[in-house]
């Protein structure tokens, strides 16, 4: 189980237990975290479940495949260096805590 | 916040992605008025795409297919009532009367209401193994019976047919695929798209019967057991699904007299023949921002971004719907991604080498990008939404029409930023 914290651009923030195998998107979709939308449920194809993730745990996560790269470049806020989609952030045993920031807005 | 003059209170028919997403964007833009998400299915909205995908692969769990938990209704107090579709409007009452007898009164009402699969004349109701898919419960039921099926006949060779027979070729089975025309996905992809696709589902063996049509159905004690084409061939089969492509859910608001003409007939703004009704999604016939005709389109995109623009509008911010459209089709190792809308006659041009498994077409009406079709090369997709939302733009028209014009997936994605930053 990880603990992921998502924090809000007003600074409010909400922690979940995520299970090993479940996406950082997946679980903010069925805990009800406002700021997330992933319209098309995952499948690369949106960018609307842009997070970003601060550097130290930039190793911890799964590496960045090509197509999550090219869909970065469609993001609604500005992508930097510590974009991610959280459709693509599935969590393991191994990572014990991690906090992302959700953009202001989606689309 | 609302604008002072809004409503006070929105009832969205049917919760697909178009209902659900309006829903949820009311709320997001600060409407604080009431909502009422109708809803005739059981269960929490959920996605449909992933039933021809993911789901029906097996690589999509059943809890994942609804957009939110039961909970998330509840905190943004959206009013959803499940298994009680609308049954008729009063337009002059400003309500809608549900199956179960409840009587709605709305100050902006917007249908959602999707689309059904179109139904052929050789189709018998009640035989067992004929399939359709469009619920949970069609996959859920055509998944069971294809893990005993040694033969799988798919009538349709669109996206949803092909998606099928990738699947059921996956879980082991014979499968055959039925098309009227003579290529496959004749009405989403241009030619060079509908070949490469066609090569590469036969190379996994699955057998295609193209340019033939399906005169009836066989059946032994009730259940389907051949399809006669009108070849003259009978191929024998444990089960048929049907992939004949959607029609428009429109009787509600034909009976409630609005316009209607493939789709409920909407303006740019999605503002239906009665302002105070809305309609978004499959269901609408709206005008092309970017072809000067009227279009309707099945895709989670469209769906998405109209619910958007009525979000928006009800709220007081009152915009045109203009997007380039995109959809996607998950077959086999394919991952196809498309980009704005061919016509018949587009000069198509290939960009890199379909071998290699990853290419897009460029299709162009004259000169003027309209639309690109990508295998497996997101890069390009992404570009291409961009270039074609600049499509008339005189810089791109430009480079496409020289001869010596770079249009590597590096040359085009330098172009989109280009676009983007002047945007």
Redesign the interface.
């Known amino acids: 189980m990880t603990k992921v914290t998502y924090h809000s651009p007003t600074g409010s923030a909400v922690t979940l237990d995520v299970p090993p195998g479940v996406s950082i998107m997946?679980a903010a979709?069925?805990?009800?975290v406002?700021g997330i939308l992933a319209?098309?449920?995952?499948?690369?194809?949106?960018a609307t479940c842009h997070v970003y993730v601060p550097e130290q745990y930039a190793d911890q996560l799964p590496p960045m495949s090509?197509?999550e790269?090219?869909?970065l470049?469609?993001t609604a806020c500005e992508r930097t260096e510590r974009s991610r989609l959280s459709c693509q952030l599935v969590m393991n045993d191994d990572i014990d805590h991690i906090d992302v920031e959700l953009p202001e807005h989606q689309? | 916040m609302s604008a002072p003059t809004g409503p006070r209170s929105v009832v969205v028919v049917g919760a697909g992605h178009a209902g659900f997403t309006v829903a949820s964007e009311l709320r997001s833009e600060g409407y604080d008025g009431q909502i009422t998400l109708l809803d005739e299915h059981a269960g929490l909205p959920y996605q449909r795409p992933p039933l021809s995908k993911a789901y029906l692969n097996g690589d999509l769990a059943a809890d994942e297919l609804p957009f939110r938990g039961a909970a998330y209704y509840e905190r943004e107090g959206i009013d959803y009532l499940a298994e009680d579709g609308a049954v008729e409007i009063s337009r002059a009452d400003r309500t809608v009367t549900t199956a179960t007898g409840r009587v709605i009164g709305y100050d902006a009402l917007v249908l959602a209401t999707g689309a059904a699969p179109i139904r052929a004349p050789f189709v018998t109701e009640g035989l067992l193994g004929m399939h359709e898919l469009r619920t949970r419960a069609d996959a859920d039921r055509l998944t069971r019976e294809m893990r005993s099926a040694t033969r799988v006949l798919v009538i349709g060779g669109g996206f949803i047919g092909l998606e099928v027979a990738c699947a059921a070729r996956k879980h082991g089975v014979d499968v055959h695929v039925v098309e009227l025309r003579d290529r496959v996905m004749s009405r989403a992809v241009g030619r060079t798209l509908s070949r490469y696709a066609l090569d590469s589902h036969r190379a996994v063996g699955i057998h295609f019967h193209l340019g033939v049509g399906v005169t009836s159905i066989g059946a032994t004690r009730g259940r389907v057991s051949s399809v006669t084409l009108d070849s003259g061939e009978t191929l024998t089969t444990d089960l048929v699904v049907l992939g004949l492509g959607i029609t428009p859910r429109t009787e509600l608001a034909e009976k409630a007299g609005l316009d209607v003409d493939n789709g409920i007939l909407v303006n740019e703004y999605l503002e239906t023949s009665d302002p105070a009704i809305s309609a978004i999604g499959d269901c609408c016939s709206f005008p092309y921002a970017f072809g000067g005709r009227r279009i309707r389109l099945e895709s989670v995109q469209n769906a998405t971004d109209q619910a958007r623009t009525v979000a928006k509008r009800l709220t007081g911010r009152r915009e045109p719907y203009v997007a380039v459209p995109w959809f996607w089709s998950d077959q086999g190792g394919m991952k196809l991604q498309m980009a704005g809308i061919g016509g018949m006659d587009d000069r198509e041009v290939l960009h890199g080498d379909p071998a290699s498994g990853r290419f897009s077409v460029l299709r162009f009406d004259g000169d003027r990008l309209v639309c690109g079709e990508s295998v497996n090369s997101a890069g390009d997709h992404v570009s291409l939404r961009t270039l074609i939302a600049h499509g008339a733009d005189p810089e791109l028209i430009d480079h496409f029409s020289r001869p010596d014009g770079d249009s590597s997936p590096t040359a085009l994605k330098q172009l989109a930023r280009m676009l983007r930053g002047r945007a």
Do not use: A, L, T
Request: net charge negative; charged share 45%; aromatic share 0%.
């Open positions: 997946q979709v069925k805990g009800g406002d319209d098309c449920g995952g499948q690369r194809q949106c090509e197509d790269d090219d869909m470049e469609i689309r």
